[in-house]
């Protein structure tokens, strides 16, 4: 048994993210060692903690799964943690959770420490605080918005209360309320909170998020190429295809985000080159598969990728732009009722999650033909509605869409049905590699890519390389 007057005497804080103790870490599995339920919560959360910062998510999660089974065993009379701990388990629990994506899962189990907080600590800001952020960060991955903005309305007000100026995660609530602000197209907002947050100090990583939310700033300002070089040069921002096991959810809402940003930089070679490291299995590639359909104006392969995306459960922010990428295909074909009535669809779903992001995703001409058309709509009033603020009215959300610059500035070419092969080969010839190198990256001899572009040349109706590259720059 460890002595009381040695490590335990620091379990006494509850802010476990500020306790290190090196000399406890892997005593939680020693069968040897008797331990009570307190003690077992601790070893849980300072190993769990450990995990998290190294951004071992899923090891985390197995640590406390370990504690609690852990938990369970303690003979007859021997007492379980204290709610206190129990509460402070469930937080650490809940922040890996919502870091490996696991949003669903994360939500009621943060609930449960809001709860607790209201019930036994109510004069007390830890864990209240902490739960309640860390319950929009949920909100925030699942894309639900209205959850995100109760969670952290209530976050400030209980500061308040405690004499608090800010929170004591204040830098992660004002990436928040920045994706907030985009949600609604405050963009006056936008850049007061960047302002903020360059004031904030850093506590935990929210991995790619924050580069994601200022790169959708910049293009939502017209500064679209500055924003596909923030995302493609970030650390943080990781579009390569995920392992088995890793974060669907939460890759998914990424890789939209940057499918986006590179379609409204017109950087369709960077999209395809994205693409083509993904697979089937990977979350995030059919949206960013039906991008590229849009791009060449391929309507039944981006019908079944935005089909893959809907009947997903990715939550309502990627299947709004699903819908959105089908009511823009649309409205380029010329089919007005059809494009209006996915629109008003996808307006039913920019409710749920409580943002216009989709709608900013379409072309410039299908916003100004299908906002006007849909104005006067209750689907838009359920938006407006969604933000819970009288400031938001439907009229406001119409016109900030209408004052956005071109987000998709690449028209698509619906003369030439390509496939996902010939898209590949195509981007590959616009670049200096020889027909050596490009038949090595293909995995085939260069005759066979010979005669495969030959193919392609005649598809496009050009006659050599110098030709279809120049092909390319024009539907660019």
């Known amino acids: 048994m460890l002595g009381t007057d040695d490590p335990w005497q620091l379990m006494s804080a509850t802010d476990f993210d500020s306790i290190v103790v090196p000399e406890l870490h892997g005593r939680l599995t020693d069968p040897s060692l008797p331990l009570s339920g307190d003690e077992v919560a601790v070893l849980t959360m300072l190993e769990a903690r450990r995990h998290r910062l190294n951004r071992k998510y899923d090891a985390a999660l197995d640590v406390i799964e370990v504690g609690r089974k852990r938990m369970l065993s303690l003979g007859d009379g021997e007492p379980g943690p204290t709610l206190m701990l129990q509460a402070e388990l469930n937080l650490?629990?809940?922040?890996?959770?919502?870091?490996?994506?696991?949003?669903?899962?994360?939500?009621?189990?943060?609930?449960?420490?809001?709860?607790?907080?209201?019930?036994?600590?109510?004069?007390?800001?830890?864990?209240l605080l902490a739960g309640l952020v860390e319950s929009a960060l949920a909100g925030l991955g699942h894309g639900h918005g209205s959850e995100m903005d109760r969670c952290l309305e209530r976050a400030r007000e209980n500061a308040r209360r405690f004499g608090m100026d800010t929170l004591p995660d204040e830098r992660t609530a004002l990436r928040i309320e920045l994706m907030r602000s985009l949600d609604r197209l405050d963009l006056n907002a936008a850049e007061d909170i960047l302002g903020a947050l360059d004031q904030a100090k850093p506590t935990q990583s929210l991995g790619p998020m924050?580069?994601?939310?200022?790169a959708l700033y910049y293009v939502y300002r017209g500064r679209a190429s500055i924003a596909a070089k923030l995302v493609t040069e970030s650390s943080t921002v990781q579009i390569r295809p995920t392992a088995a096991g890793d974060a669907s959810a939460r890759f998914s809402g990424i890789v939209n985000v940057v499918g986006f940003v590179l379609a409204a930089a017109g950087e369709t070679k960077t999209l395809q080159d994205m693409s083509d490291r993904m697979s089937s299995a990977n979350p995030g590639d059919a949206i960013v598969k039906a991008r590229q359909a849009l791009v060449f104006g391929q309507h039944d392969r981006l019908w079944t990728a935005t089909g893959q995306a809907l009947s997903s459960d990715q939550g309502p922010r990627l299947k709004s732009c699903a819908m959105a990428l089908r009511a823009d295909i649309l409205h380029h074909e010329g089919q007005a009722d059809q494009a209006l009535e996915?629109?008003?669809?996808?307006?039913?779903?920019c409710a749920i999650a409580a943002s216009v992001f989709a709608v900013a995703?379409?072309?410039?001409?299908?916003r100004e033909a299908l906002i006007p058309a849909s104005a006067d709509f209750a689907e838009w009033e359920a938006v407006a509605r969604s933000f819970h603020s009288a400031d938001i009215t439907a009229d406001v959300l119409q016109q900030r869409l209408l004052e956005l610059p071109e987000t998709s500035p690449v028209a698509p070419d619906f003369q030439t049905d390509l496939t996902p092969a010939e898209q590949s080969l195509l981007f590959a010839i616009d670049s200096s590699k020889s027909i050596a190198q490009i038949a090595r990256e293909f995995g085939v001899v260069s005759g066979t890519l010979k005669n495969r572009l030959s193919a392609l040349y005649r598809k496009l109706g050009v006659r050599s390389r110098a030709e279809a590259v120049a092909h390319v720059h024009r539907q660019q």
């Open 210 to 214: 924050p580069d994601c939310a200022k």
């Open 361 to 366: 995703q379409l072309s410039k001409a299908a």
């Open 342 to 349: 996915t629109f008003v669809h996808m307006l039913d779903y």
């Open 92 to 127: 650490e629990r809940g922040r890996n959770l919502v870091a490996a994506g696991r949003f669903t899962e994360a939500t009621p189990v943060l609930q449960s420490v809001v709860h607790f907080a209201g019930i036994y600590t109510p004069n007390s800001p830890h864990p």
